[in-house]
């Protein structure tokens, strides 16, 4: 999902930016609430920006025969919710635009856009709407992080089509669509289950701290 | 969750990621197999006549240097994640 340096118009860098830079602010300001509420919770920050960290750094094989990265977005957006996902994903897509030339400085808003806010915000939505419906939290975070991943991909697939829409905006969109979210959905499927892993243990390990953050199905706090 | 479940999802996943290199077995990026998709996009982009307006300030010199930087990458996460997810299970004082 990452959008290589230089590799956007200038106008499109600039909008992208100006949306992302209003998140991440509001998501500072979380970060500094949540810890200042339950100063516990900050060992499940880090870890959850340690899990971006982890899955984003493993490029993997795809059954459409290129690699692609999980993003590990759900997580936290299951936990923090979006606007503290982004802060994380701002940390991990700075990391690698500066040391690895993955993704770029130009492109870091349109790139936290995508992995920071349109992924966790859907993920974070499901997850929400399925265990206030009192869908095990276990079965909620894997449909979290499998559509937060996608999301991800099909949000960088529409952001190259709209700035890139030769000859139209619905074939350049297809295009990037396959290229992107096609090759995503074993890794997001593969994501879910990961994730699921590390719920169960959070689960067992942290079941107050969880039910503090209310995040838990009704029936299981 | 019991053992057994979560034995049986590390192996889904394991087999979810190992499929591709056996469907795809004796290809190589040579003839375009397991490249990635964010270069495929910069293809496409490249294709419809867009130059790119900047390049990275800096770039791992050399593709050992870059697996260095991910495999940091990869270990600094973990590690938060080891270093947490044990406390934890200490704390909480008993072994399931």
């Known amino acids: ?23 991440v602010a509001y998501g500072i300001y979380q970060v500094k609430k949540i810890v200042d509420e339950t100063p516990e919770s900050k060992a499940l920050i880090a870890v959850s920006g340690a899990f971006m960290f982890v899955l984003s750094s493993l490029k993997l094989p795809s059954v459409t025969g290129s690699c692609s990265h999980p993003c590990g977005n759900g997580l936290g957006a299951a936990l923090f919710g979006p606007a503290v996902t982004a802060v994380l ?52 975070i894997f449909f979290a992080a499998f559509l937060g991943d996608l999301l991800t991909y099909v949000a960088t697939s529409f952001q190259l089509a709209l700035a890139f829409p030769s000859p139209s905006f619905g074939s350049a969109l297809t295009k990037f669509l396959v290229i992107f979210a096609v090759t995503q959905v074993p890794l997001a499927i593969g994501e879910g289950i990961l ?5 169960d243990r959070l689960k067992a390990y942290k079941p107050k701290l969880l039910a503090k953050l209310n995040v838990l199905a009704p029936n299981e706090a | 969750m019991n053992k057994t479940t979560l034995i049986i999802l590390a192996v ?17 990026e040579d003839d375009g197999y397991f490249g990635g998709a964010d270069d495929a996009a910069g ?34 996460g973990a590690i938060i994640i080891g270093y947490f997810f044990g406390y934890w299970r200490g704390q909480s004082g008993k072994d399931e």
């Open chain 2, 43 to 76: 293809e496409a982009i490249e294709e419809s006549g867009f130059e790119p307006w900047f390049s990275s300030i800096w770039e791992p010199p050399s593709g050992e240097i870059e697996s260095l930087v991910f495999a940091l990458q990869a270990a600094i």
């Open chain 1, 1 to 23: 999902m990452h959008i290589m340096e230089g590799y956007l118009p200038l106008q499109w860098c600039i909008i992208w930016f100006v949306i992302s830079i209003i998140v």
């Open chain 1, 89 to 140: 994903a701002t940390i991990v897509l700075l990391f690698q635009a500066i040391l690895l030339a993955h993704g770029g400085l130009t492109t870091l808003g349109a790139n936290i856009f995508s992995m920071g806010i349109v992924g966790p915000l859907i993920g974070w939505i499901v997850y929400k709407a399925l265990t206030k419906g009192n869908i095990s939290s276990t079965i909620a």
């Open chain 1, 195 to 199: 994730t699921v892993i590390i719920w």
């Open chain 2, 12 to 28: 889904i996943c394991i087999i979810i990621f190992i499929a591709p290199l056996i469907m795809f077995n004796g290809h190589g």
